[in-house]
Structure formats: C-alpha cells, structure tokens
C-alpha cells in the first residue's frame, strides 16, 4: 500500500472519485483487449527506434564499407572487369547496447476513451511517483529488457473489481536484445572499367542469414569511382573520388515472442581515397562522408507469461518507425597485388569501428607471365 502525504492524498482522492463513476464497466475483457492493443501499440512505437535503431545503422555501416580496396585505376581507356569478395566486422558501440525507454502514460487527443480513462489511473500513479515512467532498457544488441510495472493497486481503489483487474497485466517487458558485440556481413563486389581513368563498381547480395542474430539481409550497392591523378604529370600518390549508393533489407524475429522486425535502408556516401603502390605493396587511405535513411516496422504480441497471466492475447500490432544517421569515416588499409590476384586489409574508424580483409581477382584482361 502506498504512504502519501496529505497535500498528495487530497488531489489524489479527488481524482479516484471522478474515476469511480466509469470504472466498474470499462474493464471486460473485449475492452481490455482493445486498451492492451491500443496500449502496446503506443509502447513498442515510442521505443522502436531505441530497440531497433543500433540493428539498422551497424548492420548497414558494415557492409558499406570496402567500396574501395586500392587508389589506383588504369590509364588507357579499355575493359576490365574484376571480382572481389571480402569479410566484415562492425562492433556495436557501448551506448547501442542499451537506450531510455519510455511509457506512453500521458493521454493522447487520438486514445479511445477506455484508453484515456486506464491512461487516467497511470498519470495519477506517475505523479505520486508509483509508475516508473523511463527505464533503461536494452536494444536489440544488449541483454534483458526491462519490465514497467502498472500500478493495479490504483484500480482497486477506484473501486474496478477484482475479476477486472486480473485481466489487467502486472507489467509490460520491453524486447530483450541478443548480447552481441560485433556484426559480420560478406561484400562481394565487381568492378568494371575502364573509361576516362573511371570506373564502376557493383554489389549485390540476396536474401541470407548470417549472423541468426541479423536474420536475413540482403543489399545492393553501386558505385562510379574516378582517378583525378591521372590529369596531373608527376604525382606522388594515386588518388581518386567516388560516390557511392546502397540499399538493404533486413527481416529478423527476435525475444520470446518472435516479434518481427523489417526495415529497409538507403545509404549515400562520398569518399576521397589515396594511395602509393611500392612494387607489390600498395598503402591507402580515404575520408568519407555516409548518409542513412532507413524505413522500418516492428509486429509484436504479447509474451506468453503475461497472457498465462491475463488468459488472453492482443492481436498482432505493428509499429513503424523511420531512422536516420550521418559519419564521417577515415579509412586506412593495405594491398598486396600479384599478378591478377590481390588480397587487402582495411579498418574504419568512425563512429564504429570496422575491420575488413578480403581477396580479388582480375578476370578482364588476364596478365599472362
């Protein structure tokens, strides 16, 4: 039982007496059902962002990387064409292993009146400091998710019946996360040249899982690459402007009830890259400036011990939740060139941290020795 003062009883009573009027015939279990839906609704869409933003922008900052693996492009104007395939590690940031998240307990001018009137009891159970209204909770890389607790005790003293009150869960559990540190994607990638000392480059990858933890993402990707150097006479290094486009998809379910996410992503980058070739050996680096935009939507229901507990579920309800994120990323890495083969290694240093290494080969024309 809570111990309020007189200042918080008077106001407080007040409230519980306007409230008792309309209680004992809003919770059945037709209109509860309609509350949790329209509830949940609110919950996970104020906090999908939080829960699913980490996944969209690592996921896809990852395989944006390595859309250049050397700063040189061929002089003379003729066809090549190349294929290169290369592994990617993106670790998740501290701070994207958990987010604030947040109960919609204020009413809202769009809640149906039975979500008004529960939304009623939790602002009242918010001001006397009884609901827990921010709670650090994790996202989708980090560890449990944290539960909010409602605060049914205001409910019986308005009067609501027990058996009504039963049909009102004891709490709500935001998603748990999958205790994960880095992201793997595999990038294979052709390149096609050459015209005017410019290239192009071209990904694709079709729906697949790897990582379980992902679910399935795919992605394709162009680029179109040009060797300024090549117009200057004597240049120490060779050096080259890209621009670049991706778009992804990502389907994954995730927690104890399989709650469905999807989004859809669009990334822009530019890049400046640079580089010296020692025989073999050829050294590099680039800065880069990424946009992201991406689309999403989360489908959930309700998890299974709360409807043992309530003896009933929600229909499935979806949350839609837009993303954006920007990064400056400095780039450095090293080839080694043999013959028609290479192999490469590169790290990303941005907001994330990103180590690629992968192997290439030139199919068009063939050196013969």
Do not use: C
């Amino acid at each position: 039982m809570m111990f309020m003062s007189i200042r918080r009883f008077l106001p407080f009573t007040a409230a519980i007496l306007l409230a008792t009027t309309h209680a004992h015939a809003q919770f059945d279990q037709s209109v509860m059902k309609r509350i949790l839906e329209e509830f949940s609704l609110q919950l996970f869409g104020e906090n999908a962002s939080g829960y699913m933003g980490p996944l969209v922008i690592v996921t896809n900052v990852g395989a944006n990387h390595g859309f250049y693996t050397t700063a040189q492009t061929d002089r003379e104007d003729r066809l090549t064409v190349g294929f290169s395939l290369q592994s990617v590690y993106t670790w998740v940031r501290d701070d994207q292993r958990t987010y604030t998240g947040s109960i919609p307990y204020r009413k809202r001018s769009t809640d149906s009146y039975e979500l008004q009137l529960f939304k009623f009891f939790l602002e009242i159970a918010a001001r006397n400091g009884d609901l827990d209204t921010l709670l650090r909770t994790a996202t989708v890389f980090g560890g449990q998710g944290s539960w909010f607790r409602i605060p049914k005790e205001y409910l019986r003293l308005a009067g609501v019946p027990e058996d009504q009150i039963a049909l009102v869960p004891d709490s709500l559990q935001l998603t748990n996360g999958t205790n994960q540190q880095t992201v793997f994607a595999a990038v294979p990638q052709i390149s096609i040249g050459t015209w005017k000392h410019t290239d192009a480059l071209i990904r694709y990858i079709p729906p697949i899982i790897f990582d379980k933890n992902i679910g399935k993402f795919s992605f394709f990707g162009i680029g179109i690459r040009h060797g300024f150097t090549h117009w200057f006479r004597d240049t120490p290094v060779d050096a080259a402007v890209q621009v670049t486009y991706q778009h992804s998809g990502i389907e994954n379910r995730v927690g104890v009830t399989q709650a469905k996410l999807d989004a859809t992503t669009d990334m822009y980058s530019i890049n400046v890259h640079a580089g010296r070739r020692f025989e073999w050996f050829e050294p590099f680096a680039g800065l880069s400036v990424e946009l992201l935009r991406s689309a999403g939507s989360y489908t959930f229901t309700l998890p299974a011990n709360v409807k043992a507990q309530i003896g009933y579920d929600i229909d499935p309800q979806t949350a839609h939740v837009g993303l954006s994120d920007e990064a400056v990323k400095l780039t450095v890495g090293a080839a080694g060139h043999f013959g028609n083969f290479d192999a490469f290694l590169s790290a990303g240093i941005s907001k994330h941290f990103i180590l690629a290494g992968g192997v290439g080969v030139r199919a068009w024309p063939w050196k013969r020795r």
